[in-house]
């Protein structure tokens, strides 16, 4: 890891999605020479649900963004829950932790409002530029880079390789995990693995003060016809459009034969028409994307690498959200690197750059193996049935469903469901 004097950066970011550009910001507000690779061009388009928890709401306050409503953000006060015939309106905990509010964003301009603020913190972004692979020290096997070509709009190549190199470098890219992949990094099949379908509908619905999450899908009228795998969302965006989506998820990465394609148009064609969820006012197609989850490739760290985001499987399995965690760990992954920085021997850097997987698995780790054992549990729709049928109407498992739904608990002190979780998350094993 000694310095050679010919990096061309202090650190490299691939990717610069909300973990990469978390990650960059932090590391250029400290001083850190940083160069970010992010293989398309801004505004670019992710599948996801638009819809940010109190968690995400953090992170972006902590990185001093602005949030009015004039910058493109609409504000959520709480999370609404359908299911098992019960429709109940669940405001967003006061926490000290947290602030009370979520907010809603379309992934086209929300990566772009992150990553020119990292840019403007002092970090270099080169778009269009497709990282091909890592740069290996031929004694140590340790990543000091990564190799990468331009590339259009279209992906397609064009200009020839070229070599960039720093002591250490994020990867932030995506659940192809490519970086991690080529130095063996696979995906653990014993983690959770979800697949979310969305698309944008002009809809009344736009200007919806609260998240709407339905625990049940069915292909009919409720209750009287076929209850299909999975769960949906509804996020309003406050500018004429509502993100309409799915997901299911499996305790396993094993592949599953569900048309989710099919399963989202059935749905739709039950939505009440007063939702104005119809082919003429939808925009764009439906898209889909898998979700890892559960810390689903480790280690988070090795040889000079880190796993930010979907590439290590951040996700959570309680509810799908990315996001908050990809944001946490790119400021994890920030404050591990700035402190190496100021060590004097290539084994003291290392074990500063060794306190990241272990502040993430201390600070996640339990919470994601409950969010296992949940997956598990509800994976299966008539299970999933009886839970929302029996356990929602109960002032107590309501409360616990809001806090494990918005992943948003108060992790010391709170009130007896706090103290529950808390709990629970440091018991149950880390791994």
């Known amino acids: 890891m000694s310095q050679t004097g010919h990096d061309d950066a202090d650190v490299i970011v691939v990717g610069a999605g909300p973990g990469g550009s978390t990650a960059a910001y932090y590391c250029a507000s400290a001083g850190l020479n940083v160069l970010v690779l992010e293989k398309a061009s801004f505004p670019r388009d992710k599948i996801c649900g638009d819809g940010l928890t109190p968690r995400s709401t953090r992170e972006m306050v902590a990185m001093g963004l602005s949030l009015r409503p004039e910058d493109g953000w609409i504000r959520n006060s709480g999370l609404r829950v359908v299911g098992g015939g019960h429709r109940l309106e669940l405001p967003w905990p006061e926490l000290s932790s947290y602030p009370s509010f979520g907010l809603a964003r379309k992934r086209m301009s929300l990566d772009h409002t992150l990553a020119d603020h990292a840019r403007s913190a002092g970090a270099k972004l080169l778009e269009r530029t497709n990282v091909t692979g890592p740069l290996l020290d031929e004694r140590t096997g340790r990543v000091i880079g990564v190799t990468a070509r331009p590339v259009d709009d279209d992906g397609r190549r064009s200009g020839d390789e070229v070599t960039?190199?720093?002591?250490?470098?994020?990867?932030?890219?995506?659940?192809?995990?490519?970086?991690?992949?080529?130095?063996?990094?696979e995906k653990r099949m014993d983690r959770p693995m979800g697949v979310a379908v969305r698309t944008y509908f002009k809809s009344p619905r736009h200007n919806d003060t609260m998240m709407e999450s339905h625990l049940e899908l069915w292909d009919g009228e409720p209750g009287r016809s076929n209850l299909m795998p999975g769960y949906g969302w509804i996020f309003a965006l406050g500018d004429g459009t509502v993100n309409v989506g799915l997901g299911s998820v499996s305790s396993t990465a094993a592949a599953t034969k569900v048309d989710y394609k099919d399963l989202f148009a059935k749905w739709m064609a039950n939505a009440p028409a007063e939702w104005e969820f119809t082919p003429e006012n939808q925009i764009g197609p439906v898209r889909g994307a898998a979700l890892p989850m559960g810390f689903n490739r480790t280690p988070l760290y090795t040889r000079g690498l880190m796993l930010v985001g979907d590439s290590g499987g951040m996700v959570s399995p309680f509810n799908g959200e990315g996001i908050a965690y990809a944001m946490q760990a790119?400021?994890?992954?920030?404050?591990?690197?700035?402190?190496?920085?100021?060590?004097?021997?290539?084994?003291?850097?290392?074990?500063?750059?060794?306190?990241?997987?272990?502040?993430?698995?201390?600070?996640?780790?339990?919470f994601y193996t409950l969010g296992r054992y949940f997956v598990k549990l509800i994976e299966h729709p008539q299970i999933m049935r009886l839970c929302t049928k029996y356990g929602l109407p109960r002032p107590l498992v309501m409360r616990f469903t809001l806090k494990l739904l918005s992943d948003c608990y108060e992790p010391h002190g709170g009130d007896m469901v706090d103290r529950v979780i808390s709990g629970l998350s440091r018991l149950a094993p880390k791994a």
């Open 330 to 366: 790119g400021r994890a992954a920030a404050d591990a690197i700035v402190q190496s920085r100021a060590r004097t021997t290539d084994a003291a850097r290392e074990r500063a750059l060794g306190t990241y997987p272990r502040i993430m698995k201390e600070d996640l780790g339990g």
């Open 164 to 185: 960039y190199r720093a002591p250490v470098v994020i990867a932030a890219d995506g659940v192809s995990a490519r970086l991690p992949l080529a130095l063996g990094l």
